[in-house]
């Protein structure tokens, strides 16, 4: 049990994250409402984001800002372990807006559904469908 | 001017995507000739690269100057320099040969179409030329999100099976997302080729397990393998004709593409086929995926439909062959990439054409079409034969080389699974032929014309559909050529 628990909370960042895309997957397969299965999609998606965030995480380092990087005391010497590691931050940047910009596609077709049957409870679509 | 081809081929199309979305606003007419000259330029330069390829080898093409492991590269070589020419034709002819269609089923929005056309392309070219795998997500999407676009412009149920495949294709591109994450905790690169030169070492470590096993899941979603080929077959049944014959033959070959990009490059054959020993439980799905596209096509009574069904069984194909493990099978997976593309592309095109003049594909709608339009059924009857695999279209060869991979994999299940396929293939574009030729016209269609005259397609979409069908001819007689000095020097010398 206390190897469970210490298995947890030493990894915590990925079981947070694993637990998000589960609850976001759940939304995606089981919900009904279409509005609620895209926003289980963009919970899937941050799920990653903060994975990604997460992993450039290093401990006593602060943002990767350069300390003193001109002015009069400048000085050149950088300590990599000074700063946590920036590039999973730009990556998920774009990441970020990719989910941004399937979330508006998303919505945008939901509109699009709701104009065509004025609904957007699956069962009730999928059964406008069949009758025809 | 040829040393910055892998550039214009991505940026052209983008670059004119903006500009075709100000060019609507001013005049509609000034859309497709910009398109058409955009996706001229990206033809013109992946057909250079290709050439280039095969003059001087890999070609490495640093973006803005900088250097592999801190920059992007695009990275070219025989594998993509022979997928990006199919990619970019496929295009190209789809985008030709769609112009009246496009004008007749919505004149008020061809601005938005031809911008979304060149973004989706602008996506799927840049999957393929580019060597740095966070780029190929950002790329990915970009396919995807403008696909979504094209495939909702469409009948009443496109949106609704849009969204079904948004959510399919966002949870895919995800998984590959977290894969390139896993494989950047163990390597600290993004760039593919600097990533197989850090990952051997790293070969026994579950995270690097965990980051195949989770690219090929997000890959397999992506390209419809079949447990995972649920969202495929709506999406692209309702879609409008010119997005569809865009985006059938284009994207589950692309995404074929990087899966044997994934296994050739970023990982070795080796650990993928002998340390995983995945391979034969991939070669079955495989199996199942062909048998159950083929069965479930037989199940439908309306062209469009059935032919998704047999996509989605091509992707059990060239899946099965790359995962064979040997050289015949990838050859055959390599090659089939192009074929199918082409094949593809032929009979979506013919759905197009009949589609524009009948306004409709179910089986009922076919009756009499070999007298009314007859060349556009002669198309069709290419493109089925190269399905079903008759010598000399490309189809037939492409099949020839998975069945000897089978073999020599020793693999006969798979083989009896292609063999069926082929049957069931004849049996359901005998059953097209069949309506099309002997039945006589519908009542509800016959009366608006006089039943037994000529009433083909316009010109401008017939012709590219002939060109297509006499490539698919051309491809199957050239097969010699391409295997032995493209696709040989694609395979690490390594895979026997």
């Known amino acids: 049990m206390t190897d469970l628990i210490s298995m947890v909370v030493a990894k915590y960042n990925f079981w947070i994250y694993i637990t998000l895309m589960m609850i976001g997957l759940y939304a995606i397969i089981a919900k009904n409402n279409l509005v609620k299965k895209i926003v289980g999609m963009n919970i899937f998606q941050t799920a990653i984001i903060l994975f990604y965030v997460s992993i450039s995480v290093k401990k006593g380092a602060t943002i990767p800002i350069l300390e003193h990087g001109h002015g009069p005391d400048a000085h050149h010497v950088v300590h990599a372990a000074d700063y946590i590691n920036p590039l999973p931050h730009v990556l998920m940047l774009t990441a970020i807006v990719v989910g941004v910009a399937t979330l508006g596609v998303a919505l945008a077709l939901a509109i699009k559904v709701y104009d065509n049957y004025g609904t957007l409870e699956e069962d009730e679509i999928l059964a406008q469908i069949r009758e025809k | 001017m040829s040393e910055q081809y892998p550039a214009l081929l991505v940026v052209v199309p983008l670059l004119s995507a903006l500009v075709v979305s100000i060019a609507g606003w001013v005049n509609k007419r000034l859309c497709f000739p910009i398109a058409v000259a955009a996706l001229g330029v990206a033809a013109w330069s992946a057909v250079g690269l290709l050439l280039r390829v095969l003059d001087k080898g890999v070609i490495v093409y640093k973006l803005g100057g900088w250097s592999p492991p801190m920059g992007i590269a695009y990275y070219i070589d025989y594998l993509n320099g022979l997928v990006l020419p199919v990619v970019a034709i496929v295009a190209f002819i789809n985008l030709i040969a769609n112009k009246k269609a496009v004008e007749q089923q919505f004149p008020d929005k061809i ?187 037989l199940a439908e009574r309306n062209l469009k439909k059935m032919l998704t069904y047999i996509v989605v069984a091509e992707v059990g194909y060239m899946v099965g062959g790359a995962w064979l493990g040997n050289r015949d099978g990838m050859t055959g997976a390599i090659l089939h ?141 050239y097969t010699g050529d391409i295997v032995n000095h493209v696709i040989q020097f694609a395979i690490p010398e390594t895979m026997v």
């Open chain 2, 111 to 297: 601005g938005p179409f031809y911008t979304l056309y060149l973004l989706m392309v602008t996506g799927l070219l840049g999957i393929v030329v580019t060597g740095d795998a966070f780029n190929l997500y950002v790329l990915l999407e970009i396919a995807a999100l403008t696909g979504y676009g094209l495939l909702a412009m469409g009948e009443e149920r496109a949106p609704l099976a849009t969204l079904n495949y948004l959510y399919m294709g966002t949870i895919g591109a995800c998984f590959y997302l977290l894969g390139v994450g896993y494989l950047y905790i163990v390597t600290g690169s993004l760039n593919m080729v600097d990533i197989a030169r850090l990952l051997p070492p790293l070969y026994q470590s579950k995270a690097v397990l965990a980051a195949f096993i989770i690219c090929m899941v997000g890959v397999w979603l992506k390209m419809a393998f079949f447990p995972l080929h649920a969202w495929l077959p709506n999406a692209y049944t309702y879609a409008n004709s010119a997005a569809s014959s865009l985006i059938a033959p284009l994207v589950t070959k692309v995404m074929i593409y990087v899966m044997i990009r994934l296994i050739l490059t970023v990982f070795t054959p080796e650990f993928v086929f002998t340390t995983l020993a995945l391979s034969n439980a991939v070669v079955w799905l495989a199996v199942i995926a062909i048998v159950m596209g083929a069965v479930l096509a």
């Open chain 2, 337 to 477: 990439i192009v074929n199918d593309a082409l094949m593809t592309l032929c009979v979506f095109m013919v759905v197009g054409n009949i589609v524009y003049k009948v306004k409709g594909y179910a089986f009922e709608d076919l009756k009499g079409l070999f007298r009314k339009m007859p060349f556009t059924m002669g198309a069709l009857v290419i493109g089925a034969m190269s399905i079903i695999g008759v010598p000399p279209t490309c189809g037939f060869f492409s099949k020839w080389y998975l069945i000897v991979g089978a073999i020599s994999a020793g693999h006969y299940g798979f083989m009896a699974a292609l063999i069926f396929s082929s049957m069931v293939s004849v049996v359901l574009f005998f059953r097209v032929f069949e309506i099309c030729y002997f039945e006589p016209f519908a009542d509800h269609h016959g009366h608006d014309n006089h039943p037994g005259g000529m009433d083909e397609a316009p010109v401008s979409m017939v012709v590219p559909l002939l060109i297509v069908a006499v490539i698919l001819i051309l491809v199957g007689l």
